[in-house]
């Protein structure tokens, strides 16, 4: 008999397969980044339709496959609905879903990615944040969990506010990162630091990170 698993996961990918069906990349908690089909996902009314969806965070039974995994149920506690009327936010959560895509891996524990990820999703919706400040402390802590951020603080050419916001983001848990704001010179140095690590550390272009050079 077919045994069937239960994971905490986000959609990070969502695309049509045949007629009714839909092919979906998660990002799990105890399995890292996984494909998984719905079947009937597509038809009017199916209750796996709006699970499915983009951003779709909760608990999803599947059953495993030879190469990917069927969903069969999903408690979706949060649909992130501010994405649907919100285009330059929803243009932050797509570039969100891309990198996490492009970083993590099947079989992995990327149980603080997918924290990260949410929490960094919350803070794009949320009006007290800059966008652009969540999207540095997003990027920074990724390559940081990575193991990718390399960065050799020069105090000759930062900040010392520069300074401590790194360290900061470097140090805290994911659950504590989004809780300062800084002052525009010292996001404009945050900025640039990431510009240069991601030049090194990510070969790899973002169809939604373009949007966001326009928009934002």
Known sequence: MQEFIT??????????MGEYDRRVV?????????SAFARGARR??????????????????LYP?????????????????GFRDQFTEAMYGMYFLEVMD???????????????????????LHDAYDNRLVRVIFEIKTMALMGEFNW???????????LYAVDYILRQRVEELFKFSVKEEILT????ICKEEKALRWQHGFKS???LAIID
Do not use: C, W
């Open 7 to 16: 994971t905490m996961g986000i959609v990070l990918k969502a695309e049509p």
């Open 189 to 192: 140095e945050m900025s640039a």
């Open 152 to 162: 050799m603080q020069d105090e000759s050419k930062y900040q010392p506010g520069t």
């Open 102 to 124: 492009y970083q993590t891996r099947e079989n992995n524990d990327e149980k603080e990615m997918l924290k990260l990820l949410y929490q960094s999703l919350r803070a794009i």
């Open 209 to 211: 990170e373009e949007m």
């Open 26 to 34: 998660l990002l799990t908690k105890d399995r890292g980044k996984i």
């Open 44 to 61: 009017q009314g199916n209750r796996l339709s709006a699970s499915t969806d983009l951003f779709a965070f909760g608990e999803f039974k």
């Open 65 to 81: 496959g030879k190469n990917s995994y069927t969903i069969t149920d999903a408690a979706i506690s949060n649909y992130f609905e």
